[in-house]
């Protein structure tokens, strides 16, 4: 029997608390550094780790080949040895605690990077309010963004039930071919918006709810640009999950293809809180449709070329590119992109040049040189 890989203490990356944990488990499995995170939730009611979290942890042993993960008694801490990528077809049910965002933001960035084409079956709930991407948005704009780096072609994510919270019954297929290299970013230009595309949604709920949320997102939408096409997607039966909901995603397209987004749903799962009863109450489809069409010009308003979502994704992919200088311009940077590029450095030594732009618009040109990732679980052709 061989004896047990020990790795020093020094190759042991440690952080605090459970708050960026898929980005610390992305950056871990992709420079192949071990990593140990204590005190989560230690002082909570309930400690330890959510049941989502473990879920979460499940899944990256599944899609992850000679791993380990050991979770303290208390679920307070945990230590992770990250393992190869060995790709293929996987199958998942996601905890309905978060929605099936939650887990697809872990595998996107980690998808590129196998030794075969990926591809998994996802099944929970497909978008939930305030806390995730929907599998829409993942859809019409993170997999885009993957376009700028060279990733194309299989590269797709389908939506064969939808599921809405808190009782989920949705279920979507996410597919990523290899690549060896990655491509140098170079995307300065934001151009002007010349499209806005969208999808309102709905599943056990009056047909009707999708033609209202559309109407009303409609009447903010149509002072601002004329090249406007939103579509409606009424699921039925089998096909709508176990709970009713609603919601609106929107897309803005540049001159220069540079995306910009924002959602909308209902809010349909009741809270505790007796503070707040209203929090209880589900939005109308006009006001869901008026509040993504402002939140998508808010978006839009604060420039860049990249939606503000989606900034680390694509530091993280600029970081792994060649050995050469990449450069984006970017809106005001969020404080988990901020969060995350102090992990990138952390992870690959790799330090940003943030320079704000010359328009005096708020914007930031962010450039570094990549690190030359090269896959090397990629099978040879």
């Keep these: 029997?061989?004896?047990?890989?020990?790795?020093?203490?020094?190759?042991?990356?440690?952080?605090?608390?459970?708050?960026?944990?898929?980005?610390?488990?992305?950056?871990?499995?992709?420079?192949?550094?071990?990593l140990r995170i204590d005190n989560i939730r230690s002082d909570d009611v309930h400690v330890g780790l959510r049941d989502y979290e473990i879920n979460l942890l499940?899944?990256?042993?599944?899609?992850?080949?000679?791993?380990?993960?050991?979770?303290?008694?208390?679920?307070?801490?945990?230590?992770?040895?990250?393992?190869?990528?060995?790709?293929?077809?996987?199958?998942?049910?996601?905890?309905?605690?978060?929605?099936?965002?939650?887990?697809?933001?872990?595998?996107?960035?980690?998808?590129?990077?196998?030794?075969?084409?990926?591809?998994?079956?996802?099944?929970?709930?497909?978008?939930?309010?305030?806390r995730?991407?929907?599998?829409?948005?993942?859809?019409?704009?993170?997999?885009?963004?993957?376009?700028?780096?060279?990733?194309?072609?299989?590269l797709e994510l389908q939506?064969?039930?939808?599921?809405?919270?808190?009782?989920?019954?949705?279920?979507?297929?996410?597919?990523?071919?290899?690549?060896?290299?990655?491509?140098t970013l170079n995307f300065v230009a934001r151009g002007k918006i010349r499209k806005i595309r969208g999808v309102a949604y709905s599943t056990r709920v009056s047909p009707q709810f999708a033609n209202r949320i559309v109407d009303s997102a409609r009447s903010i939408l149509n002072r601002y640009i004329p090249d406007i096409y939103l579509y409606t997607d009424v699921y039925k039966g089998d096909d709508s999950g176990k709970s009713p909901g609603y919601g609106l995603t929107l897309v803005s397209q540049s001159t220069t293809e540079a995306l910009h987004a924002s959602e909308c749903l209902s809010n349909n799962q009741p809270t505790s809180s007796s503070s707040n009863p209203t929090s209880t109450l589900p939005q109308t489809p006009e006001d869901l449709g008026i509040n993504a069409a402002r939140l998508l010009l808010e978006e839009i308003a604060r420039g860049g070329c990249?939606?503000?979502?989606?900034?680390?994704?694509?530091?993280?992919?600029?970081v792994l590119g060649k050995e050469d200088v990449g450069k984006c311009l970017f809106g005001n940077l969020t404080a988990h992109t901020i969060q995350f590029?102090?992990?990138?450095?952390?992870?690959?030594?790799?330090?940003?040049?943030?320079?704000?732009?010359?328009?005096?618009?708020?914007?930031?040109?962010?450039?570094?040189?990549?690190?030359?990732?090269?896959?090397?679980?990629?099978?040879?052709a």
């Excluded at 380990?68 to 945990?78: A, C, L, Q, R, Y």
């Excluded at 829409?136 to 885009?144: E, F, G, K, N, S």
């Excluded at 939506?159 to 491509?183: D, E, M, N």
Aim: net charge positive; with cysteine; aromatic share 8%.
């Design 1 to 34: 029997m061989p004896a047990p890989v020990t790795r020093p203490k020094s190759d042991i990356l440690r952080f605090q608390t459970h708050h960026h944990l898929r980005q610390r488990l992305v950056l871990s499995i992709l420079s192949g550094k071990s």
């Design 132 to 154: 995730d991407m929907t599998v829409d948005m993942i859809r019409t704009v993170t997999l885009p963004h993957l376009h700028l780096f060279g990733i194309i072609d299989g």
């Design 306 to 318: 990249v939606d503000s979502s989606h900034q680390w994704l694509v530091l993280l992919f600029m």
């Design 58 to 130: 499940r899944l990256v042993e599944k899609v992850t080949n000679g791993s380990t993960i050991e979770i303290s008694v208390t679920g307070t801490s945990f230590l992770f040895h990250p393992g190869l990528l060995p790709g293929g077809s996987h199958s998942h049910t996601c905890h309905v605690g978060r929605s099936i965002g939650y887990y697809l933001e872990l595998l996107v960035p980690l998808a590129p990077f196998c030794k075969k084409p990926f591809d998994i079956n996802l099944y929970g709930i497909t978008g939930e309010q305030g």
């Design 341 to 380: 590029m102090r992990d990138l450095l952390l992870f690959f030594g790799v330090k940003f040049k943030v320079t704000p732009a010359t328009n005096g618009t708020g914007e930031v040109l962010v450039s570094c040189v990549g690190v030359g990732y090269s896959n090397v679980n990629k099978a040879m």
């Design 159 to 183: 939506i064969k039930k939808r599921g809405a919270a808190p009782l989920g019954g949705g279920q979507v297929i996410f597919k990523s071919p290899v690549v060896r290299h990655l491509k």
